[in-house]
């Protein structure tokens, strides 16, 4: 196994966990506003490091 590979599994782990993290956070029991702006951007982070398992790039717009 060479470190990007591990690199990529690792990422597509961790990206599980902001996921369900963030959907956690969007849920009624935590109602502040902070919590539901950091919901989203743990959501948003789980894609980013989801594309980054999937494919390998780094870069999160395609051009």
């Known amino acids: ?3 990007k ?3 990529r599994i690792l990422a597509a782990l961790l990206g599980l966990v902001f996921l369900i993290a963030g959907v956690f956070l ?3 029991i935590f109602d502040t506003f902070l919590n ?3 919901g ?3 959501i ?3 894609l980013y490091l989801a594309r980054y ?3 390998g790039k780094e870069k ?3 051009r």
């Open 1 to 3: 196994m060479n470190r």
């Open 5 to 7: 590979l591990i690199y």
């Open 26 to 28: 969007l849920t009624p």
């Open 36 to 38: 539901k702006l950091n």
């Open 40 to 42: 989203v951007i743990f």
């Open 44 to 46: 948003l982070l789980a």
């Open 53 to 55: 398992s999937l494919t």
């Open 60 to 62: 999160f717009f395609i």
